[in-house]
């Protein structure tokens, strides 16, 4: 009874969080084993793993169906609340080649960018590739199109207002 007793309180006391092999500090000889009264591991299976491993940080196709690939058309405003420049991109002929040739002037603003348009993930890893050295999120921005009026990108927000 004893050793029951003993038994209920450490399992108690150790919760069901215990995961690493117990150490015996000391056996009386009628000390029973604690791993049947533990609760197992969940193991998971490998498709669940693989599956976990291919899951993306973010939804595909990316949209901004208030946007589209091409010249902005509205007058450029002040944008004082933007701590870092910001630049909306997407997997567009257009906007790879202007990320390209802007590359280097992003990098040395500090800005970040949107992807706001992508189909797939290899238009999503095309893009990422043009853009290294830069943080660039795949990612709606119909938001920023409401509140502007943007209805075009590629495009740079700064606090001094946009340009393209």
Not at 77 to 90: I, N
Request: proline share 9%; aromatic share 6%; charged share 20%.
């Amino acid at each position: 009874m004893r050793g029951l007793v003993g038994l209920l309180c450490l399992l108690l006391c150790l919760g069901a969080h215990a995961r690493e092999p117990l150490t015996v500090i000391y056996d009386s000889v009628d000390t029973l084993p604690l791993e049947p009264y533990l609760p197992k591991p969940v193991l998971q299976e490998k498709s669940l793993i693989q599956k976990k491993k291919n899951q993306l940080p973010f939804n595909l196709p990316v949209t901004t169906p208030s946007m589209q690939p091409g010249k902005a058309a509205v007058t450029p405003k002040a944008l004082p609340y933007l701590q870092r420049p910001l630049f909306l991109v997407g997997a567009d002929q257009v906007s790879k080649d202007w990320l390209v040739e802007r590359r280097e002037q992003l990098i040395h603003l500090g800005a970040v960018g949107l992807l706001v348009e992508a189909k797939d993930r290899q238009e999503v890893e095309s893009v990422l590739a043009i853009a290294e050295g830069l943080k660039l999120v795949p990612a709606s921005a119909e938001g920023f199109a409401a509140k502007l009026g943007l209805t075009h990108y590629p495009i740079l927000l700064s606090k001094e207002g946009w340009e393209q």
